[in-house]
């Protein structure tokens, strides 16, 4: 792929036949993808913790028991210890990747600290762990239509019923997920 085709910012939407806990029905938003692979949050994974368990490990007391009551997401299945923040905006953290103008992906303590005194950005997710392709490995799956993929919107991030994202983000590019085959169509 060249520069202008990278997918940065983009939702990928599993297709229906993927298999696995990690990324059946998922929908992940791409941090990050260039030459030397890519980054990325699945979006609608529900973990068993909240985010009282980070700010007890933390040392870390949220001022609104509703904040520490949030639950966390599954990342994906790379460094599932490890804590990542999507928000916008973007703000200035100590340890983010900035997505573009409008979101980043941090993974300090600081920004748990202003969540949880109330002072955090806008809008925000805390996920354990990412998911992560090697240089070329999510263009190839890709190309064995594994996903589909589209512009991101914030909505679906932050707003829209867990249950409901895979099918809003296939809404977004066009198409109803629900009349789609789970075969591959190749010979």
Same mark, same amino acid.
Not at 143 to 169: K, M, T, V, Y
């Given at each position: 792929?060249?520069?202008?085709?990278?997918?940065?910012?983009?939702?990928?939407?599993?297709?229906?036949?993927?298999?696995?806990?990690?990324?059946?029905?998922?929908?992940?938003?791409?941090?990050?993808?260039?030459?030397?692979?890519?980054?990325?949050?699945?979006?609608?994974?529900?973990?068993?913790?909240?985010?009282?368990?980070?700010?007890?490990?933390? %040392?870390?007391?949220? +001022? &609104?028991?509703?904040? $520490?009551? !949030?639950?966390?997401?599954?990342?994906?299945?790379?460094?599932? =210890?490890?804590?990542?923040?999507?928000?916008?905006?973007?703000?200035?953290?100590? %340890?983010?990747?900035? +997505? &573009?103008?409008?979101? $980043?992906? !941090?993974?300090?303590?600081?920004?748990?600290?202003?969540?949880? =005194?109330?002072?955090?950005?806008?809008?925000?997710?805390?996920?354990?762990?990412?998911?992560?392709?090697?240089?070329?490995?999510?263009?190839?799956?890709?190309?064995?239509?594994?996903?589909?993929?589209?512009?991101? =919107?914030?909505?679906?991030?932050?707003?829209?019923?867990?249950?409901?994202?895979?099918?809003?983000?296939?809404?977004?590019?066009?198409?109803?997920?629900?009349?789609?085959?789970?075969?591959?169509?190749?010979?």
């Amino acid at each position: 792929m060249n520069k202008k085709n990278y997918l940065t910012n983009n939702f990928l939407i599993a297709m229906p036949g993927m298999e696995g806990d990690d990324f059946s029905k998922s929908v992940t938003y791409l941090c990050q993808h260039d030459e030397e692979g890519a980054l990325g949050i699945v979006i609608n994974k529900p973990h068993t913790m909240t985010m009282k368990a980070i700010f007890d490990q933390l %040392s870390i007391t949220a +001022v &609104n028991p509703a904040v $520490a009551a !949030t639950p966390l997401f599954m990342g994906g299945p790379v460094q599932p =210890e490890r804590g990542f923040v999507l928000h916008t905006p973007v703000g200035n953290w100590d %340890s983010t990747l900035t +997505v &573009n103008d409008e979101f $980043a992906l !941090t993974s300090s303590k600081d920004i748990l600290e202003a969540i949880a =005194e109330g002072k955090g950005p806008e809008k925000w997710m805390v996920a354990l762990g990412y998911a992560g392709w090697a240089a070329g490995q999510l263009e190839q799956e890709i190309q064995r239509n594994s996903w589909l993929h589209g512009q991101a =919107e914030p909505h679906i991030i932050f707003d829209e019923p867990l249950p409901q994202r895979w099918e809003l983000a296939a809404h977004r590019i066009g198409v109803d997920i629900s009349l789609m085959s789970s075969d591959v169509g190749h010979c």
